[in-house]
């Protein structure tokens, strides 16, 4: 009895050989776009695990749970229904038993035939059943009726992975190569949607570099960033250069091609790069490239009609598109080895990865960061890490403990050498110079929490009329209205003053002719130091940058040995221009390897990077794995203000009568949420006290939104308010942004 005829779908109906006959279609789809990046193993493992991953679907129970959903005739076999009972085996636990373990060994290693085995077993991450459970399945069902034809064994049973048991690094890599591809290929034969394994890299015969350097050299030659970049497509590459000189072109012209991810720590960023790209006016016109972040599916819906953004969606989370702008916990998770992680790094194997501002992670992320790139260099993968400061401390450990080889030339610099003149200061703002420079000037003053921020900006608006404040603690709505705010003053003509915390480090583009900051890491002041003269030399003689001094956040926010060090470096260039190489040279003097060896700072980041090289197999999950990547404790609140007003419109029931039905379309439940998402505000639990706490209980059962007792300050006319405001805050606890 041969498998072939065998049912594999209901919806639309197919038999085993029809569904496989799709994945071998899809197989060869991909290894015509990147089967260079492949060697003739990896392509033979695929195929074979391709091949038999379903064969186990031939079992009695599975055969007549979809005969009953197609309505005919079911198997009858009283001892099997007995057998069978309540216990239900994943197919994927049966299929290697009809591998072809006698030709396998012949043309491979041990190794291979173990990574194709728990490529199969674990292509589903379903529900779990011992294999006492699976070898009786398959002496009571499988082996009486199939044993004529195929040359059946159950010894596979030993090469299985356990969970929760170790497994080396090197043999993890091969079986996720397999199995990720495997999961790739069977959810696009497996799709009723438009999807594809792959799409095509070219456009009108061009590959996006080719595009992006014709548009470059059209006005002007190469910088020199990007000739480098340009020259050395192979390599794993380090480049630091300054803001402003061309180093995310640089990054797409190393890129030559290949499957591409541009990863950038904000959502605000990574959409204007997208626009960049896909724009044919004001940039490049390539338009098989996507952004995937935690908001793309509400952005694809505001851009597209609902089938169009949907199925974008599913490309991109199936990482179908060439070129994919993203954040890096939608590749990095992988770290965690979760069973369903697998199609990450498989992908990245034949892909180039760009990291961009590095430095603006947290120890904890720069780890998996480390790890994943050792990870992706082992597959066959690249990378580049394009920074405007990249510390020391962390070469050390990619040198150290990844021993990636890599090229890292010398830095590039901006041609506007004296963009700032700074001045440190111990203590307070002066408030009388702030409003005295706004008279005539653009005036950013940023601080290191949102509490300080509605401090500073009550202290100067009743002197000042135009004087406005961005933080994190808006609703939705009122934040996108500020962020078009602050980017319309500083293109405009009018004077004034803007306070705000460091969302505006690197989220917005921004150029103010004045800065006044607290001072914070060495790393996050320079990003700060980008928002003032971000193109132009000055040529004042007095300074344009205050720093001071007000150590507001230390401890809560930032390392303190990290913020002294910054403080003890800075010193020196007081009342000074502070030239793009002494930038440079300012944060490789805080973040060397000498100096933090012994900090808390360094030490977290290697106790990070230790555990991920010990984590044994399928230790996490999915959920689990996510929520410990983003290492971001924030829940999304609702004014009770706010509440009242929308349950009394009517709008709370109507929402909660889409968003909680299971049987609402993904397009309108998504349209729906978003419409309530317009009134939320994401904040760090911990900045409340204990007399005023989120309700317990979610305003919707399928979305965890929290009601508080706290009051909410916005004019929708003037724009003017402090946001989300609580009397009784937890002084510990202040939320950064």
């Given at each position: 009895m041969l498998v072939d005829n065998f049912l594999a779908k209901t919806s639309p109906e197919q038999t085993i050989k029809e569904h496989t006959d799709k994945l071998e279609m899809c197989f060869h789809k991909l290894m015509h776009y990147y089967g260079e990046y492949f060697s003739e193993n990896e392509k033979q493992a695929i195929f074979i695990a391709l091949k038999y991953h379903d064969y186990g679907k031939v079992n009695y129970q599975f055969q007549n749970k979809l005969l009953k959903k197609l309505e005919k005739p079911l198997l009858h076999n009283q001892d099997l229904d007995e057998f069978y009972g309540d216990m239900s085996i994943p197919h994927g636990y049966l299929s290697p038993a009809f591998l072809p373990y006698e030709s396998m060994i012949g043309d491979f290693d041990k190794e291979w035939v173990i990574s194709i085995i728990n490529a199969i077993y674990y292509h589903h991450t379903r529900q779990d059943c011992s294999k006492e459970d699976v070898h009786r399945t398959l002496e009571a069902d499988i082996y009486p009726r199939f044993q004529n034809d195929y040359k059946l064994q159950n010894?596979?049973?030993?090469?299985?992975?356990?969970?929760?048991?170790f497994v080396e690094l090197?043999?993890?890599?091969?079986?996720?190569?397999?199995?990720?591809?495997?999961?790739?290929?069977?959810?696009?034969a497996s799709s009723n949607d438009d999807l594809s394994i792959e799409l095509d890299p070219l456009q009108n015969g061009q590959r996006?570099?080719?595009?992006?350097?014709?548009?470059?050299?059209?006005?002007w030659k190469l910088r020199s960033v990007q000739e480098e970049m340009k020259d050395?497509?192979?390599?794993?590459?380090?480049?630091?250069?300054?803001?402003?000189?061309?180093?995310?072109?640089?990054?797409?012209?190393?890129?030559?091609?290949?499957?591409?991810?541009?990863?950038?720590?904000?959502?605000?960023?990574?959409?204007?790069?997208?626009?960049?790209i896909r724009d044919s006016t004001e940039g490049y016109g390539y338009e098989n490239s996507i952004f995937l972040h935690s908001d793309s599916l509400s952005l694809l819906m505001q851009e597209d009609a609902d089938a169009d953004a949907l199925t974008k969606y599913r490309r991109s989370k199936l990482f179908s598109y060439p070129l994919t702008v993203c954040t890096v916990d939608q590749l990095f998770t992988f770290v965690y080895k979760y069973l369903g992680c697998e199609m990450i790094p498989a992908t990245l194997k034949y892909s180039k990865v760009v990291i961009d501002e590095i430095q603006s992670y947290s120890p904890d992320i720069l780890a998996k960061i480390l790890f994943g790139l050792k990870i992706i260099d082992h597959l066959g993968g690249k990378f580049a890490i394009v920074t405007a400061t990249f510390p020391p401390i962390l070469e050390y450990l990619i040198k150290n403990k990844t021993k990636i080889a890599y090229r890292k030339p010398t830095p590039f610099l901006s041609p506007y050498e004296t963009r700032h003149m700074i001045s440190y200061v111990e203590g307070d703002f002066d408030y009388l110079e702030i409003l005295r420079n706004s008279v005539s000037k653009k005036v950013l003053v940023i601080c290191n929490t949102v509490n300080r921020a509605?401090?500073?900006?009550?202290?100067?608006?009743?002197?000042?009329?135009?004087?406005?404040?961005?933080?994190?603690?808006?609703?939705?709505?009122?934040?996108d209205v500020l962020e078009a705010e602050i980017l319309k003053f500083s293109d405009g003509d009018e004077n004034g003053i803007w306070v705000s915390t460091q969302i505006v480090e690197a989220s917005l583009d921004i150029d103010f002719d004045e800065l006044y900051t607290e001072m914070c890491p060495a790393d996050n002041l320079l990003q700060r130091l980008g928002r003032c003269y971000r193109k132009r030399n000055y040529s004042g003689t007095a300074p344009n940058v205050h720093i001071h001094?007000?150590?507001?956040?230390?401890?809560?926010?930032?390392?303190?040995?990290?913020?002294?060090?910054?403080?003890?470096?800075?010193?020196?260039?007081d009342n000074k221009f502070f030239t793009e190489k002494e930038k440079i040279s300012y944060v490789e003097s805080v973040y060397s390897h000498e100096l933090l060896k012994n900090t808390q700072y360094f030490k977290k980041l290697l106790k990070e990077?230790?555990?991920?090289?010990?984590?044994?197999?399928?230790?996490?999950s999915k959920k689990e794995a996510t929520?410990?990547?983003?290492?971001?404790?924030?829940?999304?609140?609702?004014?009770?203000?706010?509440?009242?007003?929308?349950?009394?419109?009517?709008?709370i029931d109507k929402l909660r009568s889409v968003i909680d039905n299971p049987h609402t379309k993904t397009s309108r439940r998504q349209k729906y949420l978003d419409d309530l998402m317009q009134y939320t505000i994401s904040v760090n639990p911990m900045i409340f006290s204990k007399e005023i706490m989120p309700d317990k209980d979610s305003i919707c059962s399928s979305v965890k939104i929290y009601r508080v007792n706290a009051k909410y300050d916005f004019d929708e006319e003037s724009h003017m308010g402090v946001g989300l405001t609580i009397q009784s805050l937890n002084e510990n606890f202040s939320n950064q942004l």
């Amino acid at each position: 009895m041969l498998v072939d005829n065998f049912l594999a779908k209901t919806s639309p109906e197919q038999t085993i050989k029809e569904h496989t006959d799709k994945l071998e279609m899809c197989f060869h789809k991909l290894m015509h776009y990147y089967g260079e990046y492949f060697s003739e193993n990896e392509k033979q493992a695929i195929f074979i695990a391709l091949k038999y991953h379903d064969y186990g679907k031939v079992n009695y129970q599975f055969q007549n749970k979809l005969l009953k959903k197609l309505e005919k005739p079911l198997l009858h076999n009283q001892d099997l229904d007995e057998f069978y009972g309540d216990m239900s085996i994943p197919h994927g636990y049966l299929s290697p038993a009809f591998l072809p373990y006698e030709s396998m060994i012949g043309d491979f290693d041990k190794e291979w035939v173990i990574s194709i085995i728990n490529a199969i077993y674990y292509h589903h991450t379903r529900q779990d059943c011992s294999k006492e459970d699976v070898h009786r399945t398959l002496e009571a069902d499988i082996y009486p009726r199939f044993q004529n034809d195929y040359k059946l064994q159950n010894s596979y049973l030993s090469k299985v992975f356990k969970k929760g048991i170790f497994v080396e690094l090197d043999r993890w890599e091969r079986y996720a190569v397999v199995k990720g591809i495997l999961n790739r290929l069977d959810y696009v034969a497996s799709s009723n949607d438009d999807l594809s394994i792959e799409l095509d890299p070219l456009q009108n015969g061009q590959r996006y570099d080719e595009i992006v350097e014709s548009k470059l050299t059209s006005n002007w030659k190469l910088r020199s960033v990007q000739e480098e970049m340009k020259d050395h497509t192979d390599e794993n590459m380090i480049v630091v250069a300054s803001t402003g000189i061309g180093k995310t072109e640089a990054a797409l012209l190393w890129g030559r091609g290949s499957k591409l991810f541009y990863t950038l720590p904000l959502k605000v960023a990574i959409n204007a790069i997208y626009e960049r790209i896909r724009d044919s006016t004001e940039g490049y016109g390539y338009e098989n490239s996507i952004f995937l972040h935690s908001d793309s599916l509400s952005l694809l819906m505001q851009e597209d009609a609902d089938a169009d953004a949907l199925t974008k969606y599913r490309r991109s989370k199936l990482f179908s598109y060439p070129l994919t702008v993203c954040t890096v916990d939608q590749l990095f998770t992988f770290v965690y080895k979760y069973l369903g992680c697998e199609m990450i790094p498989a992908t990245l194997k034949y892909s180039k990865v760009v990291i961009d501002e590095i430095q603006s992670y947290s120890p904890d992320i720069l780890a998996k960061i480390l790890f994943g790139l050792k990870i992706i260099d082992h597959l066959g993968g690249k990378f580049a890490i394009v920074t405007a400061t990249f510390p020391p401390i962390l070469e050390y450990l990619i040198k150290n403990k990844t021993k990636i080889a890599y090229r890292k030339p010398t830095p590039f610099l901006s041609p506007y050498e004296t963009r700032h003149m700074i001045s440190y200061v111990e203590g307070d703002f002066d408030y009388l110079e702030i409003l005295r420079n706004s008279v005539s000037k653009k005036v950013l003053v940023i601080c290191n929490t949102v509490n300080r921020a509605c401090e500073v900006f009550q202290n100067l608006r009743h002197d000042c009329r135009n004087v406005h404040l961005i933080h994190s603690r808006y609703q939705k709505r009122h934040r996108d209205v500020l962020e078009a705010e602050i980017l319309k003053f500083s293109d405009g003509d009018e004077n004034g003053i803007w306070v705000s915390t460091q969302i505006v480090e690197a989220s917005l583009d921004i150029d103010f002719d004045e800065l006044y900051t607290e001072m914070c890491p060495a790393d996050n002041l320079l990003q700060r130091l980008g928002r003032c003269y971000r193109k132009r030399n000055y040529s004042g003689t007095a300074p344009n940058v205050h720093i001071h001094n007000t150590r507001s956040g230390v401890s809560s926010i930032y390392d303190p040995e990290i913020y002294d060090l910054s403080v003890e470096r800075l010193k020196q260039y007081d009342n000074k221009f502070f030239t793009e190489k002494e930038k440079i040279s300012y944060v490789e003097s805080v973040y060397s390897h000498e100096l933090l060896k012994n900090t808390q700072y360094f030490k977290k980041l290697l106790k990070e990077y230790n555990s991920l090289e010990k984590f044994a197999f399928s230790d996490f999950s999915k959920k689990e794995a996510t929520e410990k990547f983003r290492d971001i404790l924030t829940i999304t609140i609702i004014p009770d203000e706010q509440y009242d007003i929308l349950l009394n419109n009517g709008m709370i029931d109507k929402l909660r009568s889409v968003i909680d039905n299971p049987h609402t379309k993904t397009s309108r439940r998504q349209k729906y949420l978003d419409d309530l998402m317009q009134y939320t505000i994401s904040v760090n639990p911990m900045i409340f006290s204990k007399e005023i706490m989120p309700d317990k209980d979610s305003i919707c059962s399928s979305v965890k939104i929290y009601r508080v007792n706290a009051k909410y300050d916005f004019d929708e006319e003037s724009h003017m308010g402090v946001g989300l405001t609580i009397q009784s805050l937890n002084e510990n606890f202040s939320n950064q942004l």
